[in-house]
């Protein structure tokens, strides 16, 4: 899945191989970091913990024999670290981007996210219904971090097998734009791959997709 390549017919002269058109996207969420469970951090900057090194290990070991062109990575520490250990074994350097970074909870970030309920139950009930009515006390809505992700995206040249490790509202994000179902679909039903044609200069779209994960 390289592009271009030569293959032998039997008992003929060397052909072409028809042009590479559709290239897997892996998508995966970075390793556990060091923040306490039920601690909300998007925009923050935590480390990755033993924990999530391991996970990221397992990914690693998973992802092995794939034909890994890229490498690509929100820039935070936690989706980084994951990115650079996926990407050791293939001898890729990870490519980072501000662009695919976590939403931006505002207000919220290291706090408990459940206090929303009691501090503000209107938009917890609204946010609760809509997963893009985000409630204003967030440092940015749904919208501005698919835009941002929208950015990234069509500015990336797909030449092969591509990685790209971030996490969950960016990956939601991008599932969405690649396969063009809401987020809300992309964002309950992660998948672990997507299809997407290969381009040098503008990715297409495609809804090929891998059975969807279910964890959160």
Do not use: C, N, Y
């Amino acid at each position: 899945m390289r592009g271009h390549g030569r293959a032998e017919p039997a008992g003929g002269a060397p052909r072409l191989r028809r042009p590479l058109t559709r290239v897997r996207v892996w998508l995966l969420r970075h390793g556990a970091s060091t923040t306490p469970a039920g601690v909300t951090i998007g925009a923050g900057d935590p480390p990755l913990s033993d924990a999530g090194r391991a996970e990221a290990e397992r990914l690693t070991r998973s992802l092995a024999a794939r034909p890994l062109v890229a490498v690509w990575s929100s820039d935070l520490r936690r989706a980084a670290a994951t990115a650079a250990i996926v990407a050791a074994p293939h001898g890729l350097a990870v490519a980072t981007t501000r662009a695919l970074r976590e939403l931006d909870f505002g207000a919220w970030e290291g706090r408990a996210l459940g206090e929303l309920w009691h501090e503000d139950p209107g938009a917890a009930r609204a946010w609760e219904a809509d997963i893009t009515a985000t409630p204003g006390t967030f440092g940015e809505s749904v919208s501005d971090l698919v835009e941002r992700v929208a950015e990234f995206w069509h500015r990336v040249e797909l030449s092969g097998e591509t990685v790209v490790v971030a996490h969950r509202g960016s990956l939601a994000a991008l599932q969405a734009l690649i396969t063009e179902e809401p987020f809300a679909s992309a964002f309950r039903f992660p998948s672990a791959w997507v299809e997407a044609k290969a381009t040098h200069h503008r990715p297409g779209r495609s809804a090929s997709r891998s059975p969807r994960r279910r964890e959160a």
